[in-house]
């Protein structure tokens, strides 16, 4: 079963906004991730958080994750036109490398 | 160029016929993963593989068959017996038992099935 569940399923914001999308999950993990997939393509990894880590950066990316509400977010800053896409957060339990995905944000920045 | 490729990028079968999607890596990845997706959803997981001549059910496992007899092919078979086999099928592999934990994704192949 999808552990991950995205929140909101679509976002449409205007360029130069922030875009900020939620991730909640059901049991308790090892690491969380996000990764973007354009449409039609595969998915590409942008950011992982470890289970001991509050907050993280990647260039326009900051991911918060707050284990106590087993929730994340992943903020995107100064969006750009190609930031649209669909963003999908994934989850590891403790033990194991495989990935439970979520049903993802689908991001529209409009120029 | 290392990176994972699929093929087709788009299949079309007949009801009862079935198809093999192909998956290749070079980039020395031990594990390997199948994932189906449907509109407006995440990612299942079909099968994987840690390393050569292993690979173990995911989560919707019925009606699919895959072979690991090369550390860079992953093939995935979608038989006859899968209900609804019409999906955008994703291939991933991820170096084996230690980090970083990311998957690394190929383009995807769309499967119709009428």
């Known amino acids: 079963s999808q552990q991950g569940e995205e929140d909101p399923q679509a976002l449409s914001i205007q360029e130069g906004e922030n875009a900020t999308m939620n991730c909640s999950y059901k049991?308790?993990?090892?690491?969380l991730q996000w990764y973007r997939q354009n449409s039609g393509r595969g998915l590409v990894h942008l950011i992982l958080?470890?289970?001991?880590?509050r907050e993280k950066h990647s260039g326009r990316l900051r991911v918060t994750l707050d284990t106590s509400k087993k929730s994340s977010s992943l903020l995107i800053t100064a969006s750009r036109a190609a930031d649209t896409a669909s963003y999908f957060c994934?989850?590891?339990?403790?033990?194991?490398?495989?990935?439970?995905f979520g049903k993802g944000t689908k991001l529209s920045v409009i120029p | 160029d290392g990176g994972i490729t699929q093929s087709p990028k788009y299949l079309f079968r007949k009801e009862g016929q079935n198809v093999t999607l192909s998956c290749e890596q070079n980039l020395n990845h031990d594990a390997m993963y199948w994932y189906r997706q449907d509109p407006g959803q995440g990612l299942r997981l079909i099968y994987y593989s840690q390393i050569v001549n292993d690979f173990q059910k995911g989560d919707i496992a019925e009606g699919y068959s895959v072979s690991r007899e090369k550390k860079e092919s992953f093939p995935l078979t979608v038989t006859s017996a899968q209900k609804n086999p019409t999906a955008f099928y994703l291939c991933a592999s991820r170096p084996r038992d230690r980090g970083p934990y990311e998957q690394y994704f190929g383009p995807g192949t769309r499967l119709t099935v009428t």
């Open positions: 049991t308790s993990i090892n690491n």
């Open positions: 958080i470890r289970s001991n880590e």
């Open positions: 994934a989850t590891s339990g403790a033990g194991s490398y495989q990935l439970t």
